[in-house]
């Protein structure tokens, strides 16, 4: 069991800049075993579906992002505080949502899907102003 809490979210005006924390904690996510989690962050916009927004496997290389974030958006990971990061720049009005992030134990094979995953955070509120 890994216990996923988001930091970070808030007001913010169109153009600024904001980054997201998703900590993990519990007997599952412990030392190098965090390493072996996949790991990414969704988001939800109110009235809308959960929409993917980046992914990061075991390697910084791999990689996913949503093509509308692509270059605004830059997800990482640091295993030995347990965090994966979202960094979000160039704000939009559009980018407004709860953001959520989500781990799977083992490599990313659907990263854009929500089933792929099996544990979220209860997220953290975004609100960008315009």
């Known amino acids: 069991q890994v216990h996923l809490v988001e930091s970070g979210g808030g007001l913010v005006p169109a153009g600024g800049s904001l980054r997201l924390a998703c900590k993990g904690s519990?007997?599952?996510?412990?030392?190098?075993?965090?390493?072996?989690?996949?790991l990414a962050w969704f988001r939800q916009a109110p009235g809308k579906d959960k929409e993917f927004v980046a992914a990061?496997?075991?390697?910084?290389?791999?990689?996913h992002y949503n093509d509308a974030m692509k270059g605004r958006f830059t997800i990482s990971r640091d295993n030995t505080e347990n965090t994966v990061y979202l960094q979000m720049d160039s704000l939009k009005s559009e980018d407004t949502a709860v953001y959520s992030c989500?781990?799977?134990?083992?490599?990313?094979?659907?990263?854009?899907?929500?089933?792929?995953?099996?544990?979220w955070g209860q997220g953290t509120q975004v609100t960008v102003s315009s």
């Open positions: 519990g007997p599952a996510a412990s030392g190098q075993f965090f390493s072996k989690y996949a």
């Open positions: 989500a781990a799977t134990l083992g490599p990313l094979v659907r990263p854009t899907t929500t089933g792929e995953y099996d544990y």
């Open positions: 990061i496997g075991w390697f910084d290389e791999d990689q």
